[in-house]
């Protein structure tokens, strides 16, 4: 019984935790549409005491940020 009870808590907690996030992803690309391998993406939240979050595209300009849901990005 307590290992249903311990299992079924940390199945909810996890989701509460994963649920609360936001992924953004895109591509960088130039003024040719070529893409931009390398770049940095920051996200400055309007918040100044909540973190910058940043990505650093692949080599075809791809890249993916996970955002708290409910951050105003600036």
Do not use: H, R, W
């Not at 509460?16 to 770049?39: C, E, H, M, R, W």
């Amino acid at each position: 019984m307590k290992k249903n009870l311990l299992f079924i808590s940390i199945l909810i907690f996890s989701t509460a935790i994963f649920s609360q996030k936001v992924t953004l992803t895109g591509f960088v690309k130039d003024s040719l549409q070529n893409p931009l391998p390398y770049a940095n993406v920051i996200a400055k939240p309007k918040d100044v005491s909540k973190n910058l979050q940043f990505a650093i595209t692949d080599n075809e300009g791809y890249y993916k940020l996970l955002l708290a849901q409910g951050d105003t990005i600036v």
